[in-house]
């Protein structure tokens, strides 16, 4: 939250700023910022997959030793407690996709809000040139 609470002061301040020196100061802050809202959402990207596979992974697993081992070895306690895993990892893997939507959605929000602020410059430099 502190990022987008840091994002719309810089894009306040870029608007309140008449120098080209703050403006081109303060872009280079709003680029920074989207710069390392990108890195995050790169990085749950891969835990979100690594998560997923994880998951993909145990079922096969599972399943090897199901159908490789002799059924009278494998103890009965050991299905509920890979049941129970197995959810677990499922549980996690959704929540790490559902906020992989949200902060990449966030991120779209705030390269939007760049952009339109970049535009609205552009427009007053035009408007004061006239």
Known sequence: MTEEMKLKEELLEQGRSNGTLDSTRSS?????????????????????????????LSLVAACAVLLFTDATRIRPQWVPAFLIAWQFLLIIAASFSV?????????T??????????????LKKMAQEK
């Open 99 to 107: 906020s992989l939507y949200v902060r990449s959605r966030t991120l």
């Open 109 to 122: 929000m705030h390269q939007i809000q760049a952009r339109l602020a970049s535009i609205e410059e552009q």
């Open 28 to 56: 280079k802050s709003i680029q920074e910022i989207l710069a390392k809202d990108e890195a995050r959402v790169k990085r749950m990207r891969l835990v979100t997959k690594l998560t997923w596979l994880l998951a993909l």
